[in-house]
């Protein structure tokens, strides 16, 4: 069965303070892993796809990484306004479906 | 362009009643999921229309169901309502092609079960 768990669970940061966040996975057959972030009250923003081990996209403060276990999102010194919760995503090639991690809720204090 | 928008952003239902939610996806893309979201379980998968077709379904029972249009709008429709089905539905819309291809979420509808 497909898993994703994400760690930690919440984590708070000093404006400036850079740090990572985890997302590890277990499924048959790769299709793709999303990041998204998610405002209290609001609907997932996609922020980033990864498909294959090694590969690396950036977007302002955030970098996502893949391994083949594992991903992932690094913020490089976080505003306040990066605080959310951060949710990542498996797709399986057996399906469409998104199989998402309970997400780490990020708070970034001035 | 305009995003995914979902109808009603918010509802009280009482135990036992039924409700219908809307979703229109983005302009252009055919497939749309739809997943549940509560502080315990997380986010879980409910189904995926693609072409009025149902591609994928959620290990959910048979009281969610929901169908989509030519137009490509989707609905989800919760019979018999109960507690624990209170939560935020969110409605995705894709492309849908063979590739991946990304999911955009709409703002969610809040669903109270009193």
């Known amino acids: 069965e497909d898993q994703v768990t994400q760690s930690p669970e919440a984590l708070r940061l000093q404006e400036g303070e850079s740090s990572s966040l985890n997302c590890s996975y277990t499924?048959?057959?790769?299709?793709?892993l999303f990041w998204y972030r998610q405002d209290p009250g609001k609907g997932p923003e996609f922020l980033f796809t990864l498909y294959s081990a090694g590969e690396e996209k950036e977007k302002e403060r955030l970098k996502a990484t893949l391994t083949k276990k594992e991903s992932f999102l690094h913020i490089t010194a976080p505003k306040p306004e990066d605080s959310a919760t951060y949710l990542c995503a498996v797709q399986a090639n057996s399906g469409y479906a998104l199989n998402f991690g309970k997400g780490t809720s990020l708070l970034v204090t001035p | 362009k305009a995003g995914v928008t979902q109808t009603p952003r918010y509802l009280i239902k009482t135990r036992g009643q039924q409700v219908t939610l809307s979703c229109s996806p983005i302009s252009g893309h055919r497939s749309v999921s739809w997943y549940q979201q509560t502080p315990g379980q997380g986010l879980q998968f409910l189904f995926e229309?693609?072409?009025?077709?149902?591609?994928n379904k959620g290990n959910f029972p048979g009281r969610f169901s929901g169908r989509q249009f030519s137009n490509s709008r989707s609905e989800m429709n919760v019979s018999t309502l109960e507690l624990g089905d209170s939560a935020l539905y969110l409605c995705a819309s894709s492309f849908g092609g063979r590739r991946t291809d990304t999911q955009y979420f709409g703002p969610g509808t809040r669903l109270t079960v009193l």
């Open positions: 229309y693609f072409s009025e077709t149902q591609r």
């Open positions: 499924v048959s057959g790769l299709r793709g």
